[in-house]
């Protein structure tokens, strides 16, 4: 006689189910840790995590090998590798919103944790959090390298960030990687959002970059409708923005930020999750 | 325990689900049945709340879905064995919904192990998953909280017949330690194996619902004759209506008891007489749904033929 061995067992577990038990909601904690592990899964997600620590090392060569001497500062140091950095955060924060629509893990997520702002917030917190701890890298990395390429020209190392230039740039990149995260929850696709990203980034600049040399009257208001042009004190490492280029910040962040988002979170919260 | 009641879902004129109430209850296997697009998967995913409902309320023990504060450990879901991030491995999707439920590391294995994914297996990434195993993984995800009420959408697709087996064991067992089980089917065949009550759906109404033996007892009776006619008149004038099936049969809506008397009053001789039992049942689910289907089959389909 032959046997048909099968994969399944046909000894079920006989007993009784819990009633009753009393569960606890979810903590945010919880979700923003698990949040911040979805991010590091998964090849892509982990390639795209490491692409952050090898961009920041190639920048770091590139300055201690082409900048001239005097070029070869704190500052310059940090903001060659942020440089790449500040573009690889949005498409962090872009992914870990739009995968639960484009993976459709959202029926996972979304049913584990029905409060969807939860979900939402937590993603925020943690796309932030990697934001700030890659600057932080950005920041130890370009130490070292400013420190190596001083020894080897055998000169005196430039150290000059002071700690609110440092906080300030922490803070536009922030800002940059929440620019991604509002075009994520906006458009919760990752093709498209990515794509939304790039034409975010690129296409009013230029616009705005072209409108404002060809009229004065335009290159004065610049500011308070060019976001990347409004952010840019930020991220330049020297002194940070006056009061008036902070107004344009708060205004530029208003309309291109923080009304999408609002919007965005809108739609999160109403739409079907399919 | 679930409970829905006058659930309505239109989307723009078209009402995808339409004042369907029906409930399904601790200790039973609950079989939502229907053919494709009757709304089965859109009333169960307005009951957890990932469609928002036009009307009516869905509430699972007693509250609305959203309102579980974890709801992994009450309830366990499976509503598209493909909505799993390509990405992952099969381990690291359950480690995640373990994780949200605050379940041990070690109930992930216990899983595993229940709907038999090797390690070798669940150390491999979900897009090279066939729908079979991502259908057992879909399983382990909703079982892992032991949840009390599973909500299970077509969740035989892809499983091979052992697996199916398997399931069905799985279902019944939980349903007798006290579980509700709600499971969705376009198969009939499917779903009365297990099932204890039945709520058939379509074109977004609920066109019968009951339990499963209460619906074969009204089937009638099976009757096959070589003279059909002599034996339909005889029913006729004894008040029971009854419809031809295939070439040589009888569909009587009395039961087998008092059709037989009718024949033998009549003297007609019979081949075959029983209670129409599955096919009887297939013949209903056609029937109710006979304007919704897509396909339009000439009305002498032969009951038991199909399988």
């Excluded at chain 1, 002194?239 to 344009?248: C, I, L």
């Excluded at chain 2, 619902?209 to 004894?238: H, N, P």
Aim: aromatic fraction near 6%; hydrophobic fraction near 45%; charged fraction near 15%.
């Amino acid at each position: 006689m032959t046997t048909l061995k099968t994969r399944d067992k046909t000894a079920p577990d006989r007993s009784p189910l819990q009633s009753e038990a009393v569960h606890h909601a979810v903590p945010l904690h919880r979700i923003v840790t698990i949040e911040l592990r979805k991010m590091f899964d998964t090849r892509a997600g982990y390639w795209l995590m490491a692409s952050i620590g090898i961009t920041a090392l190639l920048a770091t060569g590139g300055v201690a090998l082409f900048a001239s001497d005097t070029q070869s500062t704190y500052a310059n140091f940090t903001k060659a590798i942020g440089f790449p950095i500040a573009a690889i955060l949005p498409i962090v924060a872009i992914l870990s919103v739009t995968s639960e629509w484009s993976q459709r893990s959202g029926l996972t997520t979304f049913t584990l944790v029905p409060g969807r702002h939860r979900v939402i917030l937590a993603k925020a917190i943690a796309s932030a959090s990697v934001g700030v701890v890659s600057i932080l890298l950005a920041f130890g990395v370009g130490a070292v390298g400013n420190l190596l390429s001083a020894t080897i020209a055998d000169r005196p190392a430039v150290w000059d960030v002071t700690a609110t230039e440092a906080l300030l740039f922490v803070a536009g990149n922030v800002l940059g990687l929440l620019t991604g995260f509002m075009l994520g929850v906006l458009i919760r696709n990752s093709a498209g959002a990515v794509v939304g990203y790039f034409i975010y980034t690129f296409v009013p600049p230029t616009v705005f970059a072209l409108w404002a040399a060809s009229q004065n009257a335009f290159a004065n208001l610049r500011g308070w409708v060019d976001v990347g042009y409004a952010q840019q004190p930020l991220l330049e490492l020297n002194g940070g923005p006056t009061q008036h280029q902070w107004a344009q910040i708060g205004v530029t962040a208003v309309c291109w930020l923080l009304l999408p988002l609002i919007g965005g979170l809108a739609l999160v919260m109403k739409s079907e999750v399919k | 325990m679930i409970t829905i009641e006058s659930l309505t879902k239109t989307y723009g004129s078209s009402t995808a689900v339409d004042h369907v109430t029906f409930q399904a209850r601790p200790g039973r296997v609950t079989g939502f049945l229907g053919p494709n697009g009757a709304g089965k998967s859109t009333t169960m995913r307005i009951l957890v709340g990932l469609t928002p409902a036009t009307s009516g309320t869905a509430t699972i023990s007693g509250r609305a879905y959203a309102d579980l504060p974890n709801p992994g450990r009450e309830v366990g879901l499976l509503l598209d064995a493909s909505a799993q991030h390509a990405g992952r491995t099969g381990r690291e999707t359950l480690s995640i919904a373990q994780r949200f439920m605050g379940l041990p590391q070690q109930r992930v294995e216990e899983v595993l192990d229940l709907v038999s994914l090797t390690p070798q297996e669940s150390s491999r990434r979900v897009r090279d998953y066939s729908l079979g195993m991502r259908q057992r993984l879909g399983l382990a995800t909703a079982l892992l909280g032991e949840p009390e009420v599973l909500i299970l959408d077509e969740p035989a697709n892809g499983l091979d017949p052992s697996g199916i087996r398997w399931m069905r064991g799985l279902l019944r067992d939980h349903a007798d330690r006290g579980g509700t089980v709600l499971l969705s089917s376009h198969l009939l065949r499917e779903i009365e194996v297990v099932a204890d009550d039945l709520v058939l759906i379509g074109n977004g109404r609920v066109v019968a619902q009951g339990a499963k033996s209460e619906m074969l007892r009204s089937t009638g009776s099976l009757v096959r004759t070589s003279e059909r006619d002599r034996v339909a008149a005889a029913l006729t004038a004894s008040g029971i209506s009854s419809s031809v099936v295939g070439t040589d049969g009888l569909l009587a809506h009395a039961d087998a008891e008092q059709v037989g008397k009718v024949v033998f009053a009549a003297g007609v001789h019979v081949t075959e007489l029983r209670p129409a039992d599955s096919g009887g049942l297939e013949d209903i689910f056609l029937e109710l749904t006979a304007q919704t289907q897509r396909e339009h089959p000439s009305h002498s389909a032969p009951v038991g033929a199909t399988s």
